[in-house]
């Protein structure tokens, strides 16, 4: 079942064409891997499928999901000046949710994936291995349907990648579909999981079927 | 040396007349410094989550604004509240609340020059994010304004430093009539042109002795919200 559909798709950014005619379809459930050398569109890409910016010419189509259903990791997210469990329980806030409800959502996450030393810290004594973490948490939270995940294995020690590698199989197991940006290609192959593989050059796709 | 012995004597005896000129300028200025604060962000606000047609105009005629000279704030509004002028009707000319008015203008483009700095830079940082959740301009807004608290903080701060050292305007709209209008700078101006030297100082040591204690408090309450983070 597709999910979106891109036609002729191009975003120019000051007369620079950074996306150039792509076409595309993702289908529902499973991994979407977009790869290609540095500079050759694929952040703006993710972020033109999530919706972030808009596509100078060309149409996309979103099927059978709401703005709300996904949630993006950006590659080096932002956090609030506050502590783990406040900038999930923020996230939550800003998608409606009540306090009980927050509260509930996190404690079941924290457990889940017993990340309770990391609960009351403030920001700024986690390492980057472990922001990486809050950033991917933040968007799980919202129990998306589509995760779009930017780099996920950027500025990540061995273990983290494990940790990040297990919480993305463990989705991919909740029928939630992945659009990740990658260079990775060892990350990917660890996954060991079937993917749709859409490679970019100079803002060209050229594994067009 | 003599005068800086009285000066310290008229404030340890808590001379009346001394704290009655003190308290005045503290009601006037910090009305004037939150009624400003308010009404800065309500603007601020805009400024930053909108776009129209003439925003970078009206930021420019806000920035030129802070530079705006106090005596010529005061003389417009004493034109406008003149028994001669438009809004002589009111009868506010020579009352504290005419000076709060004034105070008001001359803080107001301040706050908004620095929190349309601040504000927008947060904004700015934590745009992608912010976006990602498509929530709404209420939560965005409540968002970057708790994240900003310690620089609004020091902002409104400032904004009271500039009504507690203001002269020009509020000698001009207040009159410094004793017991009604006269607060410490004006009445500085007055007891140094009068020769009392020591008044005059009692005065400019309270006013500076007044601003370490409102930064204390501020650093305090900043540390103690800090720390519960």
Redesign the interface.
């Known amino acids: 079942m597709k999910l979106f559909h891109l036609d002729n798709i191009c975003y120019f950014q000051n007369n620079f064409k950074i996306l150039k005619n792509i076409n595309l379809d993702i289908n529902k459930s499973g991994l979407s891997v977009i790869t290609g050398p540095n500079g050759s569109g694929k952040t703006t890409l993710l972020k033109l499928i999530?919706g972030?910016i808009e596509p100078t010419s060309g149409r996309l189509y979103k099927y059978d999901l709401s703005?709300?259903q996904s949630?993006?990791v950006?590659q080096n997210?932002?956090f609030?000046?506050?502590?783990f469990f406040?900038n999930i329980e923020?996230?939550l806030?800003?998608?409606g949710k009540s306090k009980h409800e927050r509260i509930i959502i996190i404690n079941r996450l924290i457990d889940e994936y017993e990340l309770q030393h990391l609960k009351d810290k403030?920001i700024h004594k986690l390492s980057g291995g472990e922001l990486q973490i809050l950033s991917l948490l933040r968007s799980v939270a919202?129990n998306p349907k589509v995760l779009f995940y930017d780099e996920p294995s950027n500025n990540l020690d061995r273990r983290n990648l494990m940790r990040v590698s297990s919480i993305i199989t463990s989705l991919l197991s909740k029928d939630i579909t992945i659009i990740m940006v990658t260079h990775d290609d060892k990350f990917i192959q660890d996954l060991n999981y079937d993917y749709t593989n859409i490679i970019l050059n100079q803002g060209k796709r050229i594994n067009e079927i | 040396m003599d005068i800086f012995y009285e000066a310290l004597k008229n404030l340890v005896e808590f001379d009346i007349k001394l704290y009655e000129i003190i308290l005045l300028s503290l009601f006037v200025s910090i009305s004037a410094a939150i009624l400003s604060s308010i009404i800065a962000i309500i603007i601020t606000s805009f400024l930053v989550l909108k776009r129209f047609v003439g925003k970078n105009a009206t930021l420019l005629i806000i920035n030129s604004m802070m530079s705006l000279p106090p005596v010529v704030v005061g003389l417009i509004l004493y034109l406008l509240f003149s028994n001669t002028g438009i809004l002589g009707f009111s009868d506010m000319l020579y009352s504290y609340q005419l000076m709060i008015i004034a105070q008001f203008l001359i803080v107001l483009p301040i706050i908004i020059s620095l929190s349309f700095t601040v504000l927008n830079n947060k904004y700015m940082y934590l745009y992608d994010y912010l976006m990602s959740l498509n929530t709404s301009d209420f939560k965005i807004l409540k968002t970057i304004l708790h994240e900003s608290r310690n620089e609004l903080l020091i902002i409104f701060m400032t904004g009271l430093g500039r009504a507690l050292s203001e002269v020009g305007a509020v000698i001009i709209v207040g009159g410094n009539i004793a017991h009604m209008t006269r607060v410490m700078t004006t009445s500085i101006v007055l007891e140094t042109s009068r020769g009392e030297l020591a008044t005059a100082l009692s005065l400019g040591i309270a006013l500076i002795l007044i601003a370490i204690l409102i930064n204390m408090f501020i650093f305090i309450i900043k540390n103690i919200y800090n720390k519960k983070l």
Do not use: E
């Not at chain 1, 609030?80 to 502590?83: A, P």
């Open positions: 999530f972030l703005y709300k949630s993006f950006f997210p932002v609030l000046n506050r502590s406040y923020h996230a806030y800003c998608s403030n919202l």
